[in-house]
């Protein structure tokens, strides 16, 4: 008899989602359900408006990776209006991104998907001076790792646990038979944790040097930045540089050591193993570190096929909304996309509680239509993006400072390149994606001063918009959850058609009219649960993506009701 279990709404991510599947006799998922419960707006909110403004709307789409949509909200118009900003400027977008990433993914592994490996609860029973030791397997010079400073982490911890408070670790599965590392090596990550706590803010203020705020920057315009003071003055460029120096050093000294203690332990265990789900990878250049050369490259592989590596053909991308709570089902090309709502709802149903019991209760139409999220696809077929697709198709591509990392790694971990079509490897490519960042980030640096030196100063081209022309243009670039791409038309001078096709909206996908599963849903297919009541091994393998539903619907309220209602006096300060 099969069983359905529900898990609404997954927590330690950004956003509201929900994920249905249905178990056979042997605890084995056969059928999985991805859903977002929650509708935005950003798409209908921009038109009619000017589009040098539409980047300010767009990064308001989520509060993680503001900085993503800002600027493809800007690169979009620059496109249309063929606009090239300066190189100062598009080497200062670049010192942002290196920001956001290092922010977003050390933040990622300790604060949300860590716990899913690190039990805190045996982190407790850890003996410190071992702990201190292991440690040294995994690094020469191990970050926050001696023997009192884990004693240390071990009593504030220990202090919360007592008091029956977990506080932030509270209702994880710690005990779980799928947890794998040792007590002391649970203790060497719980102290990484607490560290990233410190580091996330350093990061931020990497990006609030140039962008004088985080979240939501503000120096980005249609034509360049306007953060022309900071670019020019020695101070800025200096303390940009110096915290870089300490958030690589945390990514090179805890991230990566850990993901290699990680790999070890997990090395054998099924539930983070061969669940690659769609294999067919696409990642976009980013990272621009001078006038020709960026980071990372573009590239498609299709079937896990590495031996080539295809390019985009831009038109081949459609949105479609079988499954999903939109008036228009067909599959459209972005620059025609649509998004009027049309909710469902809900059906009765029964699922397991978390005692493990059948119990009634409401569960997607998944005949019909059952989430926010449209279906991305690529000449008809799904595709999975991030940092596994982004560390592949580069590693494939021989792009030489990936694949010294991936090399090292792999070699340290004891692992082969297959085992990076996984959970394990998703988790472990977002960290060596870090590090290809924390590694060459500073080329933009230095190319920026080199070039201001040169005598180039400019930071923002000069155009004009004619209002009686009509424009279309895009975006497609790499943000921390993989490809992302904005198209917009302008006609009479203001936005009359705007679409997002979001990193997190290709893996959450749900099924389109063929029946084809997304990343997220067929990742779970074959699954085998250890207890019903307490379906860790999901959340793990969903986590690895880093969902982020907020930027996946992107789309108020499904009646468009007023959520609240705001007035500011200027005059009271
Ligand atoms: Ni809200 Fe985002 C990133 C974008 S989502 S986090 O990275 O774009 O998939
Ligand atoms: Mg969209």
New binding site residues.
């Given amino acids: 008899m099969s069983q359905r279990i529900v898990i609404d709404p997954i927590t330690r991510i950004e956003g509201h989602l929900r994920i249905e599947v249905v178990v056979d006799d042997e605890n084995v998922v056969r059928e999985a359900y991805s859903s977002s419960t929650l509708w935005r707006g950003l798409?209908t909110i921009v038109k009619n408006r000017d589009p040098r403004d539409a980047g300010f709307f767009m990064q308001r789409i989520c509060g993680v990776c503001t900085f993503s949509h800002y600027k493809a909200g800007i690169v979009a118009v620059e496109n249309a209006l063929g606009i090239t900003p300066p190189l100062n400027a598009l080497l200062t977008r670049t010192l942002m991104a290196n920001a956001l990433f290092l922010h977003d993914h050390p933040v990622h592994f300790y604060q949300l998907h860590g716990l899913d490996f690190v039990d805190v609860v045996s982190a407790l029973s850890a003996d410190p001076k071992k702990a201190s030791e292991e440690a040294f397997k995994y690094c020469d010079t191990p970050y926050a790792c001696g023997a009192d400073k884990l004693k240390e982490v071990q009593d504030r911890v220990g202090a919360f646990v007592k008091k029956g408070a977990l506080g932030p670790f509270a209702n994880a599965y710690f005990g779980h038979p799928t947890y794998k590392l040792s007590p002391e090596q649970n203790l060497i990550a719980l102290s990484h944790y607490l560290e990233c706590l410190r580091i996330q803010r350093t990061a931020a203020q990497m990006m609030a040097i140039f962008g004088a705020k985080q979240p939501h920057p503000q120096s980005l315009t249609v034509g360049g930045v306007t953060c022309v003071m900071d670019i020019l003055s020695p101070a800025r460029l200096g303390e940009y540089m110096s915290k870089f120096k300490e958030v690589a050093d945390f990514v090179n000294r805890a991230y990566y050591p850990d993901l290699v203690m990680v790999a070890k332990a997990y090395g054998n265990e099924p539930s983070v193993l061969n669940d690659i789900g769609v294999a067919n990878l696409w990642t976009h250049q980013e990272f621009q570190l001078s006038k020709n050369e960026w980071l990372f490259q573009s590239g498609m592989i299709m079937n896990g096929d590495i031996s080539k590596v295809l390019e985009l053909d831009e038109n081949k991308i459609t949105?479609e909304a079988t499954h999903a709570w939109y008036k228009n089902d067909a599959a459209l090309h972005p620059y025609d996309?649509e998004?009027e709502p049309n909710y469902t709802g809900l059906q009765d149903g029964q699922s397991i509680d978390a005692h493990g019991k059948e119990a009634h209760t409401k569960v997607l139409d998944t005949q019909g239509k059952y989430t926010w999220i449209?279906a991305p696809r690529y000449d008809g077929k799904p595709l999975q993006v991030g940092p596994l697709a982004n560390i592949v198709v580069n590693y494939a591509k021989k792009n030489e400072r990936v694949v010294k990392v991936v090399d090292q790694f792999l070699k340290d971990a004891g692992l082969p390149l297959e085992a990076v079509f996984s959970t394990l490897g998703r988790t472990a490519c977002r960290m060596i994606e870090a590090k290809v960042v924390a590694d060459n980030g500073l080329i933009a640096l230095e190319n920026l001063i080199a070039n201001i030196k040169s005598g180039d100063t400019q930071t923002c081209a000069k155009y004009v918009i004619d209002n009686s022309k009509e424009y279309k243009g895009r975006y497609i670039g790499h943000v921390p959850r993989g490809a992302l791409s904005h198209w917009c038309r302008i006609e009479k001078g203001v936005i009359k058609n705007w679409?997002?096709?979001?990193p997190s909206?290709w893996n959450a996908t749900p099924k389109d009219k063929d029946g084809a599963m997304g990343a997220y849903e067929s990742c779970l297919i074959g699954l085998k649960l250890a207890d019903l009541s307490k379906p860790l091994e999901i959340i793990r393998r969903i986590h690895s993506f880093d969902p982020c539903i907020a930027c996946a619907v992107?789309v108020m309220d499904a009646k468009g009701a007023e959520l609240g209602c705001y007035r500011v006096d200027p005059s009271k300060g």
């Fill in positions: 798409e949105e996309g998004q449209k679409q997002a096709v979001v909206t992107h």
